[in-house]
């Protein structure tokens, strides 16, 4: 037989062992474990998880997202989000430990942790403002009236089934809840590119879009107690290849970046839009810093990053292809969407930053989504020191 002392020594070896295992596996499950009770979304594509194929069938209008290879990388089949697996909204909830926020227009969901009413292709201003001036022309459907507005009297009307305000249950609930507002302002732009120059566009549209994006923050602190949101900025869409394509005959060698092949009036939009939106933002939080945290997401920054440096997050050099499209320059085409029989998808697409045109691919988002992470933990962490400050000094100020 082995020594007693050393058969001993041994197992209190392999019990401090299984301690500290015990311990780091306790420390991530807490980490992992949300702050929040529910998420609600109001958003367009980058946020969209399954609303689009409802509200353009309600529009009569067709779509290919229904069809692979969306959807394929992660669901295994295409589930109405315009990647080929997850969104940033989906890979934010699983990294606070909840579970993927369902469609608002999807028939019988439960919506006991949130409501996603993004819809893809959302603009920010009611469609009636695009539709009056002929943007983006041809006198087609687009933009449907899915824009912010819509989606907030989507939420207010949902609202009555998730809580009661007589004995205020739904500020107490919506105050145990992130909502994020945006992404909103691509489609806007986009748009408007159609049919107005950069300086209208800055002068009559930007303006606009924030004011609006603004306003509905406010709404939700001030009517429903919502106190983290999240407010994402907007993408280069310099570098995002149907803006690319659409300027191909128009843009000359000085319009481009000549380290990225971004356009750079088009991404200086982006960030005066960032920028406003930035300092709108801090205008509320000086309103309303007491009842509310309001998290700016940088969605501008990260794309940036993997366009600059592709190779650094797995992506193929030529970073602006996209991987599913038809012919063309960024094998990208208006007339050969992904999803139509004459479609060319890629074999991998985690090597592409860009899925099927100004859509990220999964892998694209996750480095956004780890970012956004970041800064909602940060949030949620200063929110409940200034909770705990608050409470002390209540206290304090009791036993004077």
């Given at each position: 037989?082995?020594?007693?002392?050393?058969?001993?020594?041994?197992?209190?070896?392999?019990?401090?062992?299984?301690?500290?295992?015990?311990?780091?596996?306790?420390?991530?499950?807490?980490?992992?474990?949300?702050?929040?009770?529910?998420?609600?979304?109001?958003?367009?594509?980058?946020?969209?998880?399954?609303?689009?194929?409802?509200?353009?069938?309600?529009?009569?209008?067709?779509?290919?997202?229904?069809?692979?290879?969306?959807?394929?990388?992660?669901?295994?089949?295409?589930?109405?989000?315009?990647?080929?697996?997850?969104?940033?909204?989906?890979?934010?909830?699983?990294?606070?430990?909840?579970?993927?926020?369902?469609?608002?227009?999807?028939?019988?969901?439960?919506?006991?942790?949130?409501?996603?009413?993004?819809?893809?292709?959302?603009?920010?201003?009611?469609?009636?403002?695009?539709?009056?001036?002929?943007?983006?022309?041809?006198?087609?459907?687009?933009?449907?009236?899915?824009?912010?507005?819509?989606?907030?009297?989507?939420?207010?009307?949902?609202?009555?089934?998730?809580?009661?305000?007589?004995?205020?249950?739904?500020?107490?609930?919506?105050?145990?809840?992130?909502?994020?507002?945006?992404?909103?302002?691509?489609?806007?732009?986009?748009?408007?590119?159609?049919?107005?120059?950069?300086?209208?566009?800055?002068?009559?549209?930007?303006?606009?879009?924030?004011?609006?994006?603004?306003?509905?923050?406010?709404?939700?602190?001030?009517?429903?107690?919502?106190?983290?949101?999240?407010?994402?900025?907007?993408i280069p869409s310099g570098?995002?290849?149907?803006?690319?394509?659409?300027?191909?005959?128009?843009?000359?060698?000085?319009?481009?970046?000549?380290?990225?092949?971004?356009?750079?009036?088009?991404?200086?939009?982006?960030?005066?839009?960032?920028?406003?939106?930035?300092?709108?933002?801090?205008?509320?939080?000086?309103?309303?810093h007491r009842h509310a945290?309001?998290?700016?997401?940088?969605?501008?920054?990260?794309?940036?990053?993997?366009?600059?440096?592709?190779?650094?997050?797995?992506?193929?050099?030529?970073?602006?292809?996209?991987?599913?499209?038809?012919?063309?320059?960024?094998?990208?085409?208006?007339?050969?969407?992904?999803?139509?029989?004459?479609?060319?998808?890629?074999?991998?697409?985690?090597?592409?930053?860009?899925?099927?045109?100004?859509?990220?691919?999964?892998?694209?988002?996750?480095?956004?989504?780890?970012?956004w992470l970041s800064s909602?933990?940060?949030?949620?962490?200063?929110?409940?020191?200034?909770?705990?400050?608050?409470?002390?000094?209540?206290?304090?100020?009791?036993?004077?």
């Amino acid at each position: 037989m082995g020594n007693p002392r050393h058969l001993r020594c041994t197992v209190l070896l392999i019990l401090l062992i299984l301690g500290l295992s015990l311990e780091v596996s306790a420390m991530e499950e807490d980490s992992r474990r949300s702050s929040y009770d529910a998420i609600f979304s109001f958003g367009d594509s980058f946020a969209d998880t399954g609303n689009k194929p409802i509200a353009f069938a309600m529009n009569s209008v067709p779509v290919t997202v229904m069809r692979p290879p969306y959807g394929t990388t992660f669901f295994g089949h295409p589930t109405g989000r315009t990647t080929d697996g997850r969104v940033i909204l989906d890979l934010v909830a699983d990294g606070l430990g909840l579970p993927f926020v369902p469609p608002s227009l999807a028939p019988n969901s439960s919506f006991l942790h949130g409501a996603n009413f993004a819809v893809a292709g959302a603009t920010t201003l009611d469609a009636e403002f695009y539709h009056s001036r002929d943007i983006p022309g041809g006198g087609g459907k687009f933009p449907i009236n899915t824009s912010l507005n819509v989606q907030m009297e989507w939420f207010e009307s949902l609202k009555p089934s998730l809580c009661s305000n007589a004995n205020g249950e739904c500020k107490e609930f919506f105050g145990r809840s992130l909502f994020f507002v945006g992404e909103f302002g691509v489609n806007d732009y986009h748009l408007s590119l159609k049919k107005l120059t950069l300086q209208q566009i800055r002068s009559l549209v930007v303006p606009n879009v924030i004011t609006t994006i603004s306003t509905a923050i406010e709404r939700l602190i001030v009517e429903h107690g919502a106190r983290t949101v999240v407010v994402p900025g907007v993408i280069p869409s310099g570098c995002s290849p149907p803006v690319l394509t659409f300027f191909s005959d128009r843009a000359g060698p000085a319009d481009y970046d000549s380290r990225t092949g971004c356009l750079k009036e088009i991404n200086e939009l982006g960030t005066h839009h960032n920028s406003l939106l930035k300092d709108a933002l801090s205008e509320l939080r000086a309103r309303h810093h007491r009842h509310a945290s309001i998290v700016y997401a940088d969605f501008f920054s990260p794309i940036m990053e993997m366009v600059q440096s592709p190779r650094e997050f797995g992506f193929r050099d030529e970073v602006l292809m996209v991987c599913c499209g038809g012919p063309g320059r960024y094998n990208y085409n208006d007339s050969v969407v992904c999803g139509d029989p004459d479609a060319t998808p890629c074999e991998n697409p985690s090597a592409s930053l860009y899925f099927d045109g100004v859509h990220l691919t999964e892998a694209g988002y996750r480095h956004v989504a780890d970012a956004w992470l970041s800064s909602i933990r940060s949030a949620s962490a200063a929110a409940r020191d200034n909770m705990e400050c608050e409470e002390n000094a209540s206290i304090l100020g009791s036993t004077q």
